[in-house]
C-alpha cells in the first residue's frame, strides 16, 4: 500500500474514534437529564421552584405575598426513590405572632336581680325607710289630730281636728306654714277673726290656683268642699264656700257618698277623689262631680326593697288621704294593728286608662316608715311635694299619750 493510502486510512479512523466518543459522551448526559430534578433559587424575593417539564411545572413566583401553605410536592431523586416531602415555603414579609382579633358583639344586659341593687346591677328601686322632722304641726290642745295637708306656692296647708264624735259635729282648724321663712300661722273663715272652720273630718286637702278643696268624709250629702283662698292684710282667709257631691258607682245608691281624698292632676286637667280603694276621675260641674272613669286600687302589694320583695296586704291598713305627682297617685296607709307603722303607694295612672279598671302598685318605689318614739301612733294623713321632694303631715302619739304632730320630710325622695 503506498504511504499516502496509508495515511488517509489513519486519518479516517481517528475520525471515527472521536465520533464514538462524542455519541456516548452525549447518551450518557441525555439519562441523566431524563430523571426529575428540583432546584431552588432565590433572587431578590423570588422563590422560584425549577422543576422538568414532565411534572407540568416551569415555576411558582411568590413576591411580597403571605405564604399559603399547599398540599406537599412529591419529589423524585436520582436513585428512583419518590419521598414525601412538603414543598419548601418562603415569605419575604416578617410574620409576627398576634393574639386573633376578635369581632365585637354586643352582649345584652341581664335582667336585673329584684330587691338588690349595686352598681353592676343598676336596678331602679326607690325605697326609703328614713324622715326627719321639718317643723311642729302643734298650736293648740283643743284640735290635737293633724289630717288634710297639700303643699303650693312655697305654703303648706293642713288642717287640724277636735275630737267630737261625729264629723257634723267636729270642728276644724286649718294653718298655712311657709317653707322659707319658717312661720305658721292661723287661717281665717270669712273674715281676720274668725279661725274655726265646720269641714267635718277634712281628711285632704287641695290647693288649685286659688281655691282649697277640702274632703269632708261628710256621708249622704255634698262631701267635697270648696273655699276661694284671698290674702287680706298679709292674712290668709277663705272664703265663698262652695260644697259638691259625689255619687258612687254603685247605681243602687241614689245618695252621696263620703269622699276620703283628693287630687288634682294639671297635666291632666282633671281631678282624681277617692272613697278608700274606689277612685273616680272628672271635674266639677255645677254642684256635683261628674266622673267618667272608675278605677279601683290592686290591695295585694308587692315591693322591691333592698334586703329583697316585701308582700303586703293593703286591706290590714287604714287608708288616709291621697297625691298626684307627674302620672301617679300616692296613697299614705297606715298599719290598723300596730299604728306605729305608715307607708306610701305609688299607683302609676294616665288617662288612656280604661273606664273601668284595677290600679296597680309600682313595685319599684316604696315608702315605709316606723317609729320608736312614736310607738302609740305613727300616721301619715297626707303627702305633698315642695322643690321635688315629698313631705307629709303626721300624727304622732308617744307611748305616754302625748300627741307631737309634725311636718316631717322623707329622707331621698324626689319626685
Known sequence: MK??????????????????SGYMLKNRFSKADSASVTEVQIDDGFVVLLENNARGIDSVSNQGQTAIEEAPVEVTNTTGEVNEAPAEVVSTTEVVNETPVVEATEVPAQAPVQGITTAENPVSIKYYDTYEDF????????????QGFDIS???????????????????????AYDMKTRKTSAVYENNPSDTTFKIGHANCLCIKDNYMYIATMLDKGPSIYRYTITNS??????????KYTVYSHDK????GIKITGLHYASDLNAFFVKLGLHVYYGNFEGNEFKWTKHFKVDTDLSFNTDSGTVKLNANEYTHQGMFYKNGALYFPMTNSDTWNESIVVRYPVSANMAAESTIAEDPNTFVRLTSQ??????????????????????NNTTSGGVTDDKIIKIKGFTY
Open 3 to 20: 504511504k499516502k493510502h496509508l495515511i488517509m486510512i489513519m486519518v479516517g479512523m481517528f475520525v471515527c474514534g472521536l465520533c464514538m
Open 135 to 146: 317643723a311642729p304641726a302643734e298650736h293648740d290642745k283643743n284640735y290635737g289630730a293633724a
Open 153 to 175: 306656692g312655697g305654703i303648706a296647708y293642713y288642717a287640724k281636728i277636735d275630737n267630737a264624735s261625729n264629723d257634723i259635729d267636729r270642728q276644724a282648724r286649718i294653718y
Open 233 to 242: 292684710s298679709g292674712r290668709i282667709i277663705l272664703t265663698d264656700l262652695q
Open 252 to 255: 243602687t245608691r241614689t245618695t
Open 373 to 394: 318614739k312614736y310607738s302609740k301612733l305613727f300616721e301619715i294623713e297626707c303627702v305633698g311635694e315642695y322643690n321635688g321632694q315629698m313631705y307629709a303631715l303626721n
